[in-house]
């Protein structure tokens, strides 16, 4: 199987987030076993999910990590000319759901595997699968916890999110809330005996708008971002019940992207601040709850994981996205020097028609054919 017969497999697997990825990681266990390889799995708690560790070559040496997520985005409501779930080529590109994000990159990993058994290695090709990326880069976390008590971790880690094959040395984190505001009901007709709960989620969500306005008056910048500072921005809001009822209760949803350079604690502390000096003038209460987070991603561009990737795919000048990606938790939580290099554009994940261009798979192919011979020593 070459690399587009393996993607073909790939997007076969309907792993959105909302549902198992266990049909693909068992495909997955079983080729790469074919190939030599030995592999661990690591379930969820429901046993419904599960991450995918493997290695091929020498136990004893540390190895550059392939990594990347096996679920993609929902399809639902979205308009498809070709069936999302199935892979079709037209006009020299490869559409289908997770073409580009992310399991092309998965695909040449997969047919680099293969290869790899063909001669010795000097040092071990390294795999990591996660399933839940796509909600807050979830599910690869008991991976991370495990790898954490390893005595030999990988020298480099390459997450292979969609760049067109450019080394991303840099992406944003993020924190993601939920704040319950709790007011008082009572009849509309008398609004002064209640506390209108979504009047306080207003009055939070002006809070947030003005530390965004600050933030872009004389905050943190770095100017290799598209987006040059760190943003905030409120996705969801439910409240009340009827018009006639003053509202006792409102949640919102919001998050703020913050860049490398943010002191992103201190943002969070500043945000419940402005929580707490809201429900404090109305006599209530606003519970502000961390939904889910992830740091952001800093690797010097003088690394030689960056030189590395370089020299693999002959782009040497290294770029920021805006996008999460596990790379930040890799690098943060573990010191591996890690940078986000992978087939594709951003631009074409999560839309409908995705698609990844077949120059790009072959270019991935050729970068995974120079890691193997660097492996070989």
């Not at 290869?115 to 839940?132: C, H, K, N, V």
């Not at 910048?221 to 409120?234: I, S």
């Not at 809001?237 to 992103?264: H, K, M, W, Y």
Request: net charge negative.
């Amino acid at each position: 199987m070459n690399s587009a017969q393996i993607l073909e497999r790939l997007v076969s697997f309907p792993t959105v987030s909302r549902d198992s990825n266990l049909s693909l990681i068992e495909f997955v266990r079983e080729f790469l076993t074919a190939c030599g390889a030995s592999t661990r799995i690591y379930m969820d708690v429901g046993g419904h999910k599960a991450n995918l560790y493997a290695s091929i070559g020498p136990s004893e040496q540390r190895g550059i990590l392939l990594s990347g997520h096996t679920d993609v985005v929902p399809v639902d409501g979205q308009k498809w000319s070709t069936d999302p779930f199935e892979l079709r080529e037209r006009g020299q590109r490869l559409y289908a759901r997770g073409s580009s994000d992310m399991k092309g990159f998965l695909a040449c990993a997969l047919h680099a595997a293969r290869r790899a058994a063909e001669a010795p290695l000097r040092m071990p090709l390294q795999l990591a699968f996660s399933y839940d990326e796509e909600i807050g880069c979830l599910g690869v976390r008991s991976l991370i916890d495990d790898m954490a008590g390893w005595s030999h971790l990988p020298r480099f880690c390459i997450v292979g999110e969609p760049t067109l094959l450019r080394p991303a040395v840099g992406h944003k984190g993020k924190t993601a809330f939920r704040a319950t505001c709790h007011g008082r009901a009572a009849h509309s007709a008398n609004p002064a005996l209640g506390v209108n709960a979504i009047h306080m989620a207003a009055d939070f969500i002006g809070r947030i708008r003005d530390r965004q306005a600050a933030i872009e008056r004389s905050g943190a910048r770095d100017a290799a971002y598209e987006v040059p500072y760190t943003t905030l921005h409120v996705g969801v809001i439910q409240g009340g019940t009827v018009l006639n009822i003053v509202p006792s209760r409102c949640e919102l949803e919001f998050e703020f992207r913050n860049i490398p350079n943010e002191d992103a604690p201190r943002l969070t502390a500043a945000l419940r601040a402005d929580a707490a000096a809201i429900a404090a003038g109305c006599g209530t209460s606003i519970d502000l709850d961390i939904n889910h987070e992830y740091p952001a991603l800093d690797t010097s561009p003088q690394a030689e994981v960056v030189e590395l990737a370089a020299e693999l795919t002959g782009h040497r000048e290294p770029i920021k996205v805006g996008y999460g990606s596990e790379a930040g938790l890799f690098s943060g939580r573990l010191g591996i020097p890690t940078v986000v290099c992978g087939p594709g554009s951003i631009d074409q994940a999560h839309k409908p028609d995705e698609f990844l261009a077949l120059e790009q798979l072959q270019a991935c192919d050729a970068m995974m054919d120079a890691l193997l011979a660097r492996l070989r020593g």
